[in-house]
């Protein structure tokens, strides 16, 4: 039973960042139906940065987070009107090449700054809480707590503000939200904006509980996107369930099936997943 | 029409002279490698360029087709030539099974669902080790025909140059027989409006699956005859950066043509000759010329070069 | 990185120029190695070794071959121990820029698929860091390699770690790497002689950096000990995990990885007591004179400290200068492949060889070096003793593996 536990527990920390990518994921699909593959690497250049800031700037973990989180966001920003919005109109195929394009681009960028030796964000959490034989590091208790306040705030952003629900409104019904005198030209941007903050939140997350290094941001993306077909395509609710499940299911399947196999049982729960319920766990059908 | 015939005849006589042009046997090394790619590349033009599916998966597949050739030749003793047409059936079966699932998703979905597969594919080329040998791969894989020193020797990269011409030479026909079929043609009007397809009653499913498991088998042709010619293959050369490498030889050389994937192919093999001086903005200067030619070459080089010579032709 | 390495090489070129005699003819020699990507860690000091002892060569009198003496100029091409590439440089060194000795290989993958075709080469192939056993199985006539299979090390391990009085021992690495699986399986065999037995064989991949779910199943089982094999920026997470999962059970491993590198993912006390059962590479406690210079000239001339397994490209130069010497041709490569499988230990080398029959390189053009068991303690790797080795008889199993 203890062992039980503590898999699930070791599943949620790694699921909450994957939920924290599915969100950026699934606002970009669910908004502008775009792919946005470059988003694990962008990801990944926000955790390099904070790692930047705070071992060779000497920044206070805190503001480096919050410089990393703006820089994300002008960042997200430019990637939209720089590349996606030129092909905005044309096939849907080409927005997928221009991001795959902007992947390597970002990763040679990182690899060009950072180097290719694995970087982790030093913090001061060393601590290890135990009850009854599970136990829980410190530094994982904060990343499920931050990922969960992200979330709730994100969630209050769309449902509550006037913003978020111009944002809801572009998703159900464009040509209606011109009509209703929205912006629609300031929407991608700002969803981009969010999204790519969601992103370098992660990011800082994976750089301080593991480890940032070339090719860890292109995994993270792809896993994000298994949470994306888990949960329903564009779902809010169903980034956060399918994150949640494919973080669990990778460590149970790694835990008591096959740790070399871990990642082939959770794709095999995507797969089963489009084939008993296509339009995801948590999505319309 | 007999311009493009002329054309056709003059690329072809290039092909058949080059290795006698080419002083420095390196650059037939690479042309060798850079035909293997115009198979790849065709297989991946038929999924991306005609039916408008990006498939991640390309890679994956030569490694199907380089692995089961090489496996069943030492496993079976079965002789290079039947193992390398067996290749690409293995494959397609391969294909079968993941294109089902895969083709249940439209658009950017399909090729996530696809690159996943990739990446199924490289962890259990990896950890099946009791059939793939893991990390350190099979080596002194067979060349076809009778060893050393035979009449025909396929040690002799010339002579291995002729054999993988003529295979990319029929494929890039068997290509154009599909484009051209009925078959290509509800693949095109799939790729301009999928809706439309299935509103008229054609099962247009079955007509992206076969476009699937068909590119698919190019590619473990490819696969096989890059086996056979290196005679050592591991995991790490089927990994998604080549899924990606096709994807970008088909945009680069323009994608829904059959002289575009023949030209990407060698850009491909060729170019990072040429971008060695700059090593390290290698990565940065690919994908900025994935985004760029995107946004203003939508149709690669061929399309460029046939507005060029539109624009001269009107005046 | 490749800056340096082109530096590197104008500097040699313009010495030469500079100070060429009439019977002076430049050797140029070729370096196949991961200069980029994730394998660069052990690829780069590798090709930089090989540079720096040309230029040591060079500046002792260059190699004499009859009348001549020959100046080593050094190519280096990065194939970013990937087959294809590495396929690709190899082929560019002997096609293109006429080169008979090719130098470096840091990486098993890449070197695998050189190792396929070199053979047919005129062309003697000296390979490095790369541990995976079936490379000097082969019966190539034309291809050495200074590093030791890592079942030969695995043995001397499991026979260290069944001493310490260990019965269940539970497994976590990069099994699917095979040189890592060879090392386990070799560990296997022996400590089972002494009645112990391994209860879990976990693998963890190159890109993993989560590894408690594994760790979890393991603290279950509730090994005597743990046993950590794979590159170190996996590793070093699989020790801070097990501390952070309370497991108080002795840790060992094979991972050569340096203190920076681990320091960098776990705290000090995360890693007391921690073993690292390998072979002796460099280290400046158990080095000899040779080694304290070269670890000087390397910090030196590259503004960092040598990786522990540089040297093993830089006593291929060393390696290949005596041989050439010995067979007095450097047309002849058979010659000289035939000279190196004679050579005995040199006093340049750096790293510490055990001899077989008395030649440095036995009949599979393998070489072996002493093992050692390593501890962190308070911060540091310490050299505790040497592992017990026995090349004699591992060379003899190597002549019957196929």
């Known amino acids: 039973m203890t062992e039980i536990l503590q898999q699930i527990i070791n599943g949620i920390a790694i699921g909450g960042v994957y939920v924290l990518i599915a969100l950026g994921l699934t606002i970009v699909f669910g908004i502008l139906g775009i792919a946005h593959f470059a988003h694990g690497s962008v990801s990944m250049f926000g955790g390099y940065l904070t790692f930047f800031l705070v071992a060779q700037q000497g920044y206070p973990l805190i503001l480096a987070i919050l410089v990393a989180l703006v820089v994300g966001m002008v960042l997200g920003v430019l990637i939209e009107l720089l590349a996606y919005r030129p092909v905005r109109n044309a096939n849907h195929i080409n927005a997928f090449i221009v991001a795959l394009g902007l992947t390597m681009m970002v990763e040679g960028i990182n690899l060009q700054f950072f180097g290719a030796e694995q970087v982790v964000i030093p913090t001061d959490a060393g601590r290890v809480f135990s009850i009854g034989g599970v136990t829980l590091p410190e530094l994982r208790l904060y990343v499920i707590l931050a990922a969960a306040a992200l979330i709730l705030a994100m969630t209050i952003f769309v449902e509550k503000t006037k913003t978020g629900q111009a944002i809801r409104a572009v998703a159900e019904n464009r040509d209606a939200a011109i009509l209703m005198g929205i912006n629609v030209q300031m929407i991608p941007l700002i969803v981009f904006a969010i999204s790519t903050a969601l992103g370098v939140a992660a990011g800082v997350m994976v750089g301080s509980l593991f480890a940032i290094a070339p090719g860890v941001g292109e995994g993270l993306v792809v896993k994000g996107f298994a949470v994306l077909i888990l949960g329903g395509l564009g779902s809010i609710p169903g980034a956060v369930v399918g994150g949640i499940v494919l973080g669990v299911t990778e460590a149970l399947a790694a835990g008591f099936i096959s740790s070399a196999y871990k990642d082939v049982i959770a794709f095999v729960v995507m797969i089963a997943v489009l084939l008993l319920r296509p339009q995801g766990l948590m999505g319309r059908a | ?315 | 990185m490749k800056i340096r390495a082109l530096l590197g090489c104008s500097a040699a070129t313009l010495m030469l120029v500079g100070g060429a005699h009439a019977a002076e003819k430049t050797l140029t020699i070729g370096v196949a190695d991961a200069l980029t990507g994730g394998a660069a860690v052990y690829g780069l000091p590798q090709a930089n070794s090989v540079e720096m002892a040309a230029d040591e060569i060079n500046a002792a009198g260059g190699i004499a071959v009859g009348d001549d003496t020959y100046m080593l100029d050094v190519i280096v091409y990065d194939d970013k121990a990937n087959p294809t590439e590495a396929t690709n440089a190899v082929r560019k060194l002997i096609d293109r820029d006429g080169v008979r000795y090719i130098l470096g290989f840091c990486c098993s993958g890449a070197t695998g698929a050189v190792a396929s075709f070199i053979e047919y080469e005129d062309a003697v192939m000296l390979v490095g860091n790369a541990a995976e056993r079936s490379i000097t199985t082969q019966g190539i006539s034309n291809l050495v390699r200074t590093r030791p299979p890592a079942d030969y090390t695995g043995a001397a391990a499991g026979a260290f770690v069944a001493k310490q009085g260990h019965k269940r021992i539970a497994v976590l690495g990069a099994l699917e790497t095979s040189f890592y699986a060879s090392y386990v399986e070799a560990f296997e065999e022996e400590f089972k002689k002494s009645g112990g037995e391994v209860i879990a064989h976990e693998v963890f991949a190159s890109k993993d950096r989560d590894m408690s779910p594994q760790l979890t199943k393991i603290r279950e089982m509730q090994p005597d000990a743990l046993l950590v094999v794979g590159y170190v920026e996996p590793a070093a997470f699989a020790y801070r995990q097990a501390t952070e999962l309370g497991m108080d059970v002795p840790r060992y491993g094979f991972t050569s990885g340096s203190e920076e590198q681990f320091l960098r993912v776990a705290s000090s006390e995360q890693m007391e007591g921690v073993w690292d059962l390998r072979p002796t590479e460099l280290t400046l406690q158990s080095t000899t004179d040779a080694g304290l210079a070269y670890h000087a000239n390397y910090s030196e001339r590259f503004g960092d400290a040598p990786s522990p397994s540089s040297p093993y490209a830089y006593d291929q130069a060393w390696a290949l200068k005596h041989a050439i010497e010995a067979a007095g041709s450097v047309e002849d490569t058979e010659a000289v492949a035939a000279a190196l499988r004679e050579l005995e230990v040199f006093p340049e080398a750096v790293m510490q060889y055990l001899p077989v029959e008395g030649k440095m390189f036995d009949q599979n053009g393998q070489a072996y070096t002493a093992n050692g068991a390593f501890q962190w303690q308070e911060g540091h790797w310490v050299f505790v003793e040497e592992l017990p080795s026995d090349q004699e008889a591992y060379s003899r199993f190597l002549s019957t593996v196929n």
Request: with cysteine; hydrophobic share 55%.
């Open chain 2, 1 to 315: 029409m007999p311009r493009k015939q002329i054309f056709l005849l003059i690329a072809l006589a290039a092909f058949i002279a080059l290795p006698q042009l080419i002083s420095v046997k390196y650059y037939l090394h690479l042309s060798i490698l850079a035909l293997i790619w115009v198979i790849m590349a065709q297989g991946q033009n038929l999924i991306q360029g005609y039916t408008g599916y990006v498939s991640i998966v390309q890679a994956g597949f030569m490694g199907i087709g380089a692995y089961s050739t090489a496996l069943m030749g030492s496993h079976f003793g079965l002789p290079v030539t039947l193992t390398i047409i067996l290749a690409p059936l293995v494959t397609a079966v391969f294909a079968l099974a993941t294109g089902y699932p895969s083709l249940r998703v439209k658009g950017h979905c399909f090729a996530i669902v696809t690159l996943a597969f990739n990446m199924v594919i490289f962890i259990v080329l990896l950890n099946f080790t009791a059939l793939t040998n893991g990390e350190a791969g099979i080596t002194g894989i067979p060349k076809p025909g009778y060893g050393r020193g035979a009449w025909i020797d396929f040690h002799d990269r010339q002579v291995y140059y002729y054999f993988v011409l003529i295979v990319a030479v029929a494929m890039t026909a068997l290509a154009a027989l599909i484009v051209r079929s009925r078959i290509g043609q509800i693949l095109l009007a799939i790729r301009q409006n999928e809706d439309l397809v299935a509103s008229v009653g054609v099962a247009s499913w079955k007509y992206k699956l076969f476009a699937f498991v068909v590119s698919a088998m190019f590619a473990g042709l490819a696969g096989a005859l890059y086996a056979h010619y290196q005679s050592f293959i591991n995991p790490e050369i089927f990994s998604v950066a080549q899924s990606l490498d096709a994807i970008l030889a088909v945009i680069i050389g323009g994608s829904g043509t059959l002289t575009g994937p023949v030209i990407g192919a060698f850009i491909v093999v060729f170019l990072p000759e040429y971008l060695r001086f700059a090593d390290s903005f290698r990565l940065i200067l690919y994908g900025l010329i994935l985004v760029l030619a995107t946004i203003f070459m939508p149709r690669g080089i061929v399309g460029l070069a046939r507005d060029i010579a539109s624009r001269l032709g009107a005046r």
